[in-house]
């Protein structure tokens, strides 16, 4: 079951771009984050544990030494990559200090752009000013905003420290400048339903946006929700249920829009919940399933179903 038959997916979009296969490296900056340090709030957000996504162990290394290491541990090699700084708030720090940062990854051999993932309220002008730039000499430059959900209610719930209204503001910015911008969306978020994840869905492919992660709940070690899920509070997402709403979603999002990721692992011990999110492939191959059999990604939009040039 190949994704790319039913999803516009970045690892096709860069192919069709590029001429070849271009892979994501992911290294860690050195961030924290200002959901956690007291700047903007304390205890983070509550399905949060940063080692469920971050390799600590690779953040004493410099950036190039951590670009050579990854590049080396990919199975699959490739001659063309994007350095992705992925863990924790990869703007927060001063403007100079990650001018160094971002400069140092895309100095490394073979580096074609950048990804970086943070949150929406913190990226300032200057940053977006520092991304543009970058892409004005020709690197390919991704800003990935964890979003979550559109639900104010819901960003409240879960400690975010945003809400819709943050994202609105930086998404428009970001995209007026040419920089690209990945929105992260989490399905199975406490309180939230099938309705929930339309009313997201929609509103993001509305205000427009280029790339799309979506992403199962995960319980994990260390987080405020393992807490809730011990108690009996909350209830681990089926992988019915995740299938249901990541059909949906894609469905809705129009072709063009390129999905970075439709499911999401992680590893026990670290993952308490659910269970079948510790296989790689199972809920990828389970959304694959679940479009080819009741159509594929922009089936569900107003404005129908296009095929953009490199679905095969
Ligand atoms: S998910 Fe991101 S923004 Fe939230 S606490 Fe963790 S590192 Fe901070």
Redesign the pocket.
Known sequence: MQLHHWVNTLGQDLKSRYGETVRKLTIHGNFT?P??DGTLGRG??TF?N?ASFADETIAVQSIAEQLAIKAEQLKAKSTKYLAYFQA??STYGEVLELDRLYREAMAYRNIVGLCVGT?PDCVSDAVLALLAGYRAQGFEIWLEL?LQTSNDKTLKRIN?GHGWAEYETVCLKARALGIKVCTHLIVGLPGESLLDYQQTIDRVVTLGVDGLKLHPLHIVTGSTMAKAYAAGKLAALTLEEYVAAAVMMIQRTPAHVVFHRVSATARKPTLIAPDWCEERWKGIIAVAQGLAESGPQGSQTNSGYLYPSNFR
């Open positions: 984050c959901n956690r983070g957000c949060c940063v924790y708030t949150r964890g975010r």
